[in-house]
């Protein structure tokens, strides 16, 4: 099971810290991403990263600006997102996926928690 939090209404500009709790399963080996979905657009790809927490893989939108982590020992990954802008409006889910790269493929996601809302107001 996967669960996120940290979701909220902020002006543009700001910033946001999400997290996803992972329990219930083992999640040794899997590599986490975060993936966004806006009202009548496509699921999309924000960042990834390994299981060692080496490698991570950002979209172009968001690189240097959001920053992807990983906590293994408390089995979290966590989303720093800083200079919001009203485009990244959307539900933020989060992802496990049984692959050595991070990887940007939503299909390749074996795991989804149910999301958390971020709303940036311009």
């Known amino acids: 099971q996967l669960v996120e939090s940290g979701g909220g209404l902020v002006q543009a500009g700001g910033s946001l810290r999400l997290s996803c709790a992972a329990s219930?399963?083992?999640?040794?080996?899997?590599?986490m991403g975060w993936f966004r979905q806006a009202p009548g657009k496509e699921r999309e790809f924000v960042a990834a990263?390994?299981?060692?927490?080496?490698?991570?893989l950002y979209a172009d939108s968001v690189k240097g600006r959001f920053t992807i982590s990983r906590d293994n020992a408390k089995n979290t990954v966590s989303l720093q997102m800083n200079s919001l802008k009203f485009e990244d409006t959307a539900v933020y889910y989060c992802a496990a996926a049984y692959y050595a790269d991070p990887s940007p493929d939503r299909y390749k996601y074996k795991y989804w928690g149910q999301g958390t809302q971020v709303t940036v107001s311009s």
């Open positions: 219930g399963r083992p999640y040794s080996g899997y590599s």
């Open positions: 990263i390994t299981w060692s927490g080496r490698n991570t």
